[in-house]
């Protein structure tokens, strides 16, 4: 299977405990390059801590993470399997970059140093370059007139926005979303969602936990629906939410759409 | 007020004196508590480091100092009068230093450091770009409140006859029909120069949050 064919992304038996907790127990996908996956489930289901293995944030107790057909997160040493150092994770992340449902921008920078933080310092790209292109992509996330504002004084909205143009300025492979509207007033969800939206209408291949049912009905191509660590069932979100076949995905969907 | 008059030149070498002994101290055992904080690490460094910073918290300054003083240069270390104050006011104020920084650390949003190692940040990039910004403004107003009171401090470095303000005024006082001027001019001159210290705070603290806004974003 070459790198190009396959799927981007391939998950398999993924188990991670947390304290006593067995957050994660085997779960296996796959997300292929410009697809977008939405992930679902009740809290407690394992949802984000699924999504922080993924770029290994988190690392998984056991299982495998194939990035363009290779392991990710273990070497081979003398035979043996080893998790991989923290610093040689560093150049995947890059590849798969991440928003976050509180916003997290850097306090003490403006938008724009935000979004050029990552490329200039951690990717070592020359600062005039990488101006120019965090400045375009605050104008795709219709925000080139807060470029020199602060997070403070920003909605969250605005701030969510920021910080998908500050993930995709590293040129990443793939976003991965965390509940990013779930801290959002009603009316500021709209504007976030608008951007997700262009993103996967551009073919960008994201996987996004959410509770925005509309957004998963309409823009996710496969709906991954979790439960109890496990992924309790798959496929088209339009089949699957429309009928589901397992007694705890429709005992979710009643719940969601109360 | 005739003594204050004759030992002005006195005095006015003693605070000079002070001044730089102070910034000198308050740099050194800064950095020095912020490297101990910061790379302090695992159960042995961290119990050591506790321990360090519990009897140079818990031992009163003049004992320290005498220690310095008097003792050390038994075992054929001796660094004079200023050699030896510096030496005590470095190791006591390292230690609190360091406890500073260590709360201050534990307070930063643990939620920037996922996000700057979602990145792709390094250790040593992240301190630089995010932990430490962080750290200066969660921990500006302790460390200038301990700064201040280390002004006073220094005063006790007169029992090891350093010429700092408290020595000339003490020699200035048994040649003094006038002590309350005498003392008065004193303490007004480490009033001012801990006020030096606080309003500097107050303007920085101010100015970082007008700009920056709350302490970690706001985040909630």
């Not at chain 2, 230093?97 to 390094?122: K, N, Q, V, W, Y």
Request: proline share 4%; net charge positive.
């Amino acid at each position: 299977m070459s790198a190009t064919d396959g799927p981007l992304l391939e998950v398999a038996g993924l188990e991670k405990t947390l304290g006593t907790q067995r957050v994660l127990r085997g779960v296996d996908f796959t997300v292929n390059r410009g697809e977008v996956l939405a992930i679902i489930g009740a809290s407690g289901s394992g949802k984000s801590t699924l999504l922080r293995c993924l770029n290994l944030l988190i690392r998984p107790d056991n299982g495998r993470i194939l990035w363009q057909g290779r392991e990710v997160g273990w070497v081979q040493n003398g035979g043996k399997r080893m998790p991989a150092r923290e610093r040689d994770l560093l150049g995947y992340r890059t590849q798969i970059s991440m928003v976050f449902q509180s916003f997290n921008l850097f306090p003490h920078m403006t938008a724009l140093q935000n979004v050029m933080e990552a490329p200039v310092m951690v990717m070592k790209r020359p600062r005039d370059e990488v101006r120019a292109e965090a400045e375009a992509l605050l104008e795709k996330v219709r925000l080139s007139h807060r470029a020199g504002a602060y997070p403070h004084q920003m909605s969250g909205g605005e701030q969510q926005r920021v910080a998908i143009a500050r993930a995709l300025a590293m040129r990443p492979e793939a976003l991965l979303f965390d509940e990013v509207t779930s801290a959002l007033d009603p009316e500021l969800k709209g504007e976030v969602l608008s951007v997700m939206r262009d993103l996967a209408s551009e073919g960008m291949t994201m996987v996004s936990v959410s509770h925005e049912m509309g957004f998963v009905r309409n823009v996710a191509d496969r709906v991954v629906f979790m439960h109890k660590g496990r992924v309790c069932e798959a496929g088209d979100p339009k089949d699957v939410l429309a009928n589901p076949s397992t007694a705890e995905l429709q005992a979710f969907v009643r719940s969601v759409t109360d | 007020m005739d003594v204050l008059a004759t030992q002005m030149p006195r005095f006015l070498q003693a605070i000079w004196l002070t001044i730089w002994l102070f910034a000198l101290i308050a740099t050194v055992s800064t950095l020095l508590g912020l490297v101990l904080a910061l790379f302090v690490n695992g159960p042995r460094g961290r119990r050591a480091l506790s321990v360090y910073t519990w009897i140079f918290r818990g031992l009163p300054e003049l004992v320290v100092l005498l220690f310095c003083f008097l003792a050390l240069p038994r075992i054929g270390i001796d660094l004079g009068a200023i050699g030896s104050a510096f030496l005590a006011f470095v190791l006591i104020g390292t230690a609190f230093h360091a406890e500073i920084f260590r709360a201050g650390l534990a307070a930063i949003d643990p939620r920037l450091i996922e996000t700057s190692r979602s990145l792709g940040m390094g250790r040593m990039l992240m301190l630089r770009r995010v932990i430490i910004p962080q750290l200066a403004r969660i921990s500006v107003t302790p460390w200038a409140t301990f700064l201040a009171g280390n002004v006073k401090m220094l005063s006790l470095a007169s029992a090891v006859s350093v010429g700092e303000v408290m020595m000339v005024t003490r020699q200035s006082l048994a040649i003094s029909s006038d002590p309350m001027t005498l003392i008065l001019f004193a303490g007004a001159v480490y009033a001012a120069m801990a006020s030096v210290v606080m309003v500097a705070e107050l303007l920085l603290s101010g100015l970082m949050r007008r700009r920056y806004g709350p302490i970690n974003g706001g985040m909630t």
